[in-house]
């Protein structure tokens, strides 16, 4: 008896083909397996019994980073084979590959690193094929050494017969390597100028960093700038090098009993901690690092070390350490040593450097309960290039470019959307040719070609620009998608929704059909068009972009648009504190009805913040309404009231409501409770059965988790996204999704 069996998914450089070797000589099954570039390949030969138990075990035992999408089994002829081999990987005429993403050290190789007795015994590359680098080292496919950053060290007998070895744990470890044969580690100054070595750069590294020192360590997919996060003038110093004011920085722990010391991690959080993935996790503290770390905030953005070199740092330095991003604030991570010691220089004070080279920039994951369940705020390292399986046969090959902010690009190969690594705000040069250099790499590594481009309706988003010059230039046709829609779409597609939902699309910025900034929308969407049904009441956003970081703007376009110039004699009279002049300056302007009008959900979030004392301005995206969450008392029943006139969700009762209200936790929790009262009564009017929530408001967990609550109580079915980030890092999927119903 025989068969050939075909398993997509991730399946390559996760261990999958030992496994399978292994699997066969244990019950007797002759044959073989291979990669293919459409995933594994098996032929099996043996007695009926012992080849239903095969099939059974190779699905049911798989290596847990395996990720089996699709099994194809067909019965053959017997070939007469005489043993079970693993075979040379091989292309075959349908491509349709997938890469792993990059995985945390596992237990195994950490034992190892820390055996005194293990020839990889403090060795800052240990690799096994169940953990390291792929996705940021991968060049070509099939993913052989040869097609990746690693060829170019040739392996020692000793780690060529391991790699060779089909029951070794490091069979066919492209990262393979040792002391011997492997990368190197290496300490420099600013000037790249060598100063230790291997274990003693190492050693070095962390004195440095307890005596107060930053350095630029090169990680897996790009530099962390890091510093000890428990001493103020370390991370005050990185502030003002960085020029990052306010927005918080990651830290980076020891181990779980480190973190404990210092957050509240819930079973969930650590469970997500813990993966295979270690991402960035918002945890709420309990003990306070340095002031600078997360000014303001009542949740640290946590992980573990998740590489070797990492863990060897944290284990010589006593305290948790700062690790975010080494850039340039606004530009992409520095991924090459030449870079960042061009780059960093006036940041960090010491550079600890590597040979290995990085193909691609990944920037850490950052993960966040939101209404109980572990939401994607960036999705990037880990998660990458993870496909999203949306559940249909399509032929056309669609290029979502996505938005502005928080940006990714996303497309498909098949029936499975590829989203890109975490691009950033394409607001200057450097990133824009990191978006250009991402797409043209991945989309190449797959021998993709897109027959339609999707892009979002925003005429001066840069990446609408790009889209429509590189439609041009393929001759083919481009789609111009309304910004809330592909928010909506993004969360159907993750769920495999065709049929029509009430989607509640609540955020900061988006370009509407009628040319004004839409962001407090209700839309009845379908995957081919959307009505939108009811949105906030609009106002004029006054300044454009400079009201998100400056509230008092926004308050006074509420206040104009309920008492025209008597609202600045209102404000000054409840006692708030503004540059009057600045204030009848912006109403003569605000007479001319030369603003555009906003229904944004965050700018009204922004302006409460202001009302309630919260703070008066955003140093960067949401802080304000981060602030306001932290505040949230979930004993607090108290609402506002508020109007729905036609298709307006009129705010005015509201805003008067909170202008006398001065018990700042008391009236965040009750604004809460007003939007998610809002949802629901619209979810009533509407009556759809299934409700899709997206956008950068649904973030905010005490939101999302009351408004879903209440919504089920009443029967309706709702969505949240979990593979895909609700914020604008999540628009390529949608507008995929759209391109692929056309």
């Excluded at 050693?203 to 020192?213: N, P, Q, T």
């Excluded at 969360?491 to 040319?515: H, N, Q, S």
């Amino acid at each position: 008896m025989a068969v050939r069996i075909k398993i997509k998914g991730i399946v390559q450089g996760v261990g999958f083909r030992p496994f399978v070797y292994r699997t066969a000589k244990k019950l007797g099954i002759k044959g073989f397996v291979c990669n293919t570039t459409d995933g594994v390949v098996i032929e099996a030969e043996g007695e009926g019994e012992a080849l239903d138990i095969f099939k059974k075990q190779i699905i049911d035992k798989a290596p847990p980073v395996a990720e089996i999408t699709c099994v194809e089994i067909s019965y053959k002829e017997s070939e007469g084979f005489d043993d079970f081999y693993i075979k040379e990987s091989k292309e075959d005429k349908e491509r349709e590959p997938i890469i792993p993403p990059d995985m945390s050290l596992c237990e195994e190789c950490e034992r190892e690193l820390f055996d005194p007795k293990d020839r990889r015994f403090l060795y800052p590359f240990i690799t096994c094929v169940n953990c390291g680098p792929r996705f940021t080292i991968i060049e070509a496919f099939p993913y052989d050494r040869e097609n990746t950053t690693m060829k170019k060290f040739k392996m020692c007998p000793q780690c060529k017969e391991e790699y060779e070895d089909p029951l070794s744990r490091r069979f066919h470890t492209q990262p393979i390597g040792c002391y011997r044969c492997g990368p190197e580690v290496w300490l420099s100054d600013r000037e790249g100028n060598k100063l230790e070595t291997g274990i003693r750069a190492i050693d070095r590294v962390s004195e440095l960093i307890e005596r107060g020192y930053i350095i630029g360590v090169k990680g897996i997919g790009g530099f962390h700038l890091v510093c000890d996060a428990t001493r103020e003038e370390a991370v005050s110093k990185l502030r003002e090098r960085k020029k990052r004011k306010e927005k918080p920085f990651a830290v980076m722990f020891r181990d779980l009993e480190q973190l404990k010391e210092y957050l509240k991690p819930s079973e969930e959080e650590i469970r997500e901690l813990t993966s295979c993935i270690r991402p960035i996790v918002l945890i709420e503290k309990k003990k306070d690092l340095a002031p600078s770390v997360a000014p303001g905030l009542r949740r640290i953005g946590a992980f573990l070390p998740y590489s070797p070199l990492h863990l060897l740092i944290l284990k010589r330095v006593k305290n948790p350490v700062i690790a975010t991003s080494g850039n340039i604030s606004g530009e992409p991570i520095v991924r090459d040593n030449g870079e960042a010691i061009y780059k960093l220089r006036d940041i960090a004070d010491f550079f600890l450097l590597h040979n290995r080279d990085i193909r691609r920039r990944c920037d850490d994951s950052v993960i966040k309960l939101v209404g109980g369940t572990p939401t994607p705020i960036r999705r990037s390292r880990g998660f990458v290039p993870r496909p999203v399986k949306i559940g249909m046969k399509v032929k056309r090959k669609v290029l979502g470019v996505g938005g502005m902010l928080k940006n990714t690009f996303a497309f498909n190969i098949g029936d499975k959307v590829i989203i890109s690594q975490h691009i950033g705000d394409i607001e200057n040069t450097e990133t824009l040719n990191f978006f250009e250099d991402a797409v043209r790499d991945l989309t190449g590594l797959y021998g993709f070609k897109p027959d339609l481009i999707v892009c979002d309706l925003h005429p001066l988003y840069e990446t609408t620009k790009w889209a429509e010059e590189k439609a041009k230039e393929l001759n083919i046709p481009l789609i111009k998608l309304q910004h809330h829609h592909a928010h909506i779409l993004s969360c159907m597609a993750e769920k495999g929704i065709r049929e029509r939902v009430l989607g509640i699309a609540w955020d900061g910025t988006g370009y509407g059909t009628d040319g004004s900034v839409w962001g407090g929308e209700f839309l009845l969407c379908d995957l081919l068009s959307f009505e939108r049904i009811f949105h906030l009441k609009p106002f004029p956003l006054m300044g454009g972009d400079r009201a998100v970081k400056e509230p008092l703007r926004v308050v006074l376009s509420l206040i104009f648009e309920m008492y025209g110039e008597e609202g600045i004699n209102i404000l000054r009279n409840k006692g708030f504190e503004f540059d009057e002049s600045f204030a009848f300056n912006l109403f003569k302007i605000w007479k001319r009805k030369t603003f555009p009008l906003t229904s944004s959900a965050g700018r009204l979030i922004d302006a409460v913040g202001f009302i309630l004392g919260i703070k008066d301005s955003n140093t960067y995206e949401g802080q304000i309404a981060v602030m306001m969450e932290d505040l949230y008392d979930p004993l607090e029943r108290g609402e506002y009231p508020f109007e729905i006139r036609g298709k307006e969700i009129d705010w005015r009762d509201m805003i008067d409501a909170l202008l006398k209200e001065r018990d700042k936790r008391k009236g965040v929790s009750r604004f809460i409770n007003t939007l998610v009262n809002i949802g629901v009564k619209v979810g009533e009017m509407v009556g759809e059965e299934k409700i899709c929530l997206s956008g950068g408001v649904m973030q905010n967990d005490p939101l999302v988790t009351n408004l879903k609550e209440k919504l089920e109580e009443r029967g309706f079915k709702v969505f949240t996204q979990t593979l895909a980030p609700p914020n604008d890092g999540g628009l390529s999927l949608g507008q995929v999704y759209y391109g692929l119903n056309q």
